[in-house]
T-cell receptor, first 113, second 115 residues
């Protein structure tokens, strides 16, 4: 069975500092997609960043970047220059060939002033 | 301009009742989904429709029945509500067939509370 594991239920970071959220997954597929979604207190699910497994280059979106290690099945999210608005629940998700988006348990990130 | 909308946003009801949650998307997408987020914030897919056809049907009680009258709408009807059905239900949509990595756009969620 395909699984996504986020081993950090909660994390905190000071404003303007950098934080890395961990994610590992398990699959036997070779082609797949990985996502990080953010869920602020408003409850809205917002896509942060996406990575295609066949691309070796790590995806970046402004202050957000990933460290994708395909062999290790690891997909961590780095947030640089953390802002108060980054406070949210962050979900790592794996998109399999069957079309299912499988989510990790989430990491609750608090950015402190 | 709301992309994916759900009604109602909050739903409080008694055990045993039947209720529906409506979802509409104006993005022109042809694939729509229902997810359940439990009290521990764990998100799990329930159903997926592509062009009004059911393509993903997870292990969900028969009391849950999705209905897609057209590509822009996917409603969720729940019969004989139970306490364990209390959760936040999210509708989502994407362009193209699921599995090609297309971004899913989520609605604001419906918090269902069963008393």
């Amino acid at each position: 069975a395909q699984t996504v594991t986020q081993s950090q239920p909660e994390m905190s970071v000071q404003e303007a500092e950098t934080v890395t959220l961990s994610c590992t997954y398990d699959t036997s597929e070779n082609n797949y997609y990985l996502f990080w979604y953010k869920q602020p207190p408003s409850r809205q699910m917002i896509l942060v960043i996406r990575q295609e497994a066949y691309k070796q280059q790590n995806a970046t979106e402004n202050r957000f970047s990933v460290n994708f290690q395909k062999a290790a099945k690891s997909f961590s999210l780095k947030i640089s220059d953390s802002q108060l608005g980054d406070t949210a629940m962050y979900f790592c998700a794996f998109y399999n060939q069957g079309g299912k988006l499988i989510f990790g348990q989430g990491t609750e990130l608090s950015v402190k002033p | 301009d709301t992309a994916v909308s759900q009604t109602p946003k909050y739903l409080v009801t008694q055990m045993g009742n039947d209720k529906s949650i409506k979802c509409e998307q104006n993005l022109g997408h042809d694939t729509m989904y229902w997810y359940k987020q439990d009290s521990k914030k764990f998100l799990k897919i329930m159903f997926s429709y592509n062009n009004k056809e059911l393509i993903i049907n997870e292990t969900v009680p028969n009391r849950f029945s999705p209905k897609s009258p057209d590509k822009a709408h996917l409603n969720l009807h729940i019969n004989s509500l139970e306490l364990g059905d209390s959760a936040v239900y999210f509708c989502a949509s994407s362009r193209g067939l699921a599995g090609r990595g297309n971004e899913q756009f989520f609605g604001p969620g419906t918090r269902l509370t069963v008393l």
